[in-house]
Structures are given as C-alpha cells and as structure tokens.
Nanobody, 123 residues
Framework: QVQLVESGGGSVQAGGSLRLSCTAS????????MGWFRQAPGKERERVST???????IYADSVKGRFTISKDNAKNTLYLQMNSLKPEDAAMYYC?????????????????WGQGTQVTVSS
C-alpha cells in the first residue's frame, strides 16, 4: 500500500508563499492521478488541484492563478506552489492518489491519503 508523506506547511502572512511537497513510497503512483485537497475547521473538504499522468492540471476557482501543481516523477514527489496566500487558504492540506492515470471529479477515486500538513495564513 502506497504511503504519502506531506511536508512544507507552516505559518505565513497574507501575500506570502509556501511550497508543499508530497512524496509517495512507490514509484508507480507518480504515474497516477494525484491531487491536493484541503480542509479548514468546520468546513467541508475542498479539492484544490489535480494532475494526471500526462501532466494535465485542474484547479479550483479559488486558487487559479495563485497555486501551481507539479510533480517530479524521478523523485516520486508532488508539489503545490502557493503564492499570494490569503487567510481563507488556511487549512490542513492533504495529498492523495489512486489507481487511475486520469483524474475524475469523484473523490472516491482517491484511495490513498497523506496525513496532512497545516497551512496558517495571518492577515
């Protein structure tokens, strides 16, 4: 079973930047759909961004133009570059992957989840 380990979270002021990383324990999952999700206290989980096996990306409207998802297959690592952070971006961020090379709109396709990394943005 693949393990996903996130890192890179922290506390920043509004307007600042952070880069999250997610390393998969197995190379095979770098060729699958991978995604970043977030959940703030009292709110539903939100899909932030996904990237499929050919590098096609999708972003939530709330982060378009500010966040960039990428991956380094050689390092089995997924990234999320977050710029121009806003207080509303504060949340626990999770990476996830599944068995499909393409990304669907169904969160049930993501079988494996990391433990999360906390992002705090102060105004």
């Amino acid at each position: 079973q693949v393990q996903l380990v996130e890192s890179g979270g922290g506390s920043v002021q509004a307007g600042g930047s952070l880069r999250l990383s997610c390393t998969a324990s197995e190379y095979a999952y770098s060729s699958k759909c991978m995604g970043w999700f977030r959940q703030a206290p009292g709110k539903e989980r939100e899909r932030v961004s996904t990237i499929d096996n050919i590098g096609s990306t999708i972003y939530a409207d709330s982060v378009k133009g500010r966040f960039t998802i990428s991956k380094d297959n050689a390092k089995n690592t997924l990234y999320l570059q977050m710029n121009s952070l806003k207080p509303e971006d504060a949340a626990m961020y999770y990476c996830a992957t599944g068995l499909f090379t393409f990304c669907t709109k169904h969160d049930s396709a993501f079988d494996y989840w990391g433990q999360g990394t906390q992002v705090t943005v102060s105004s």
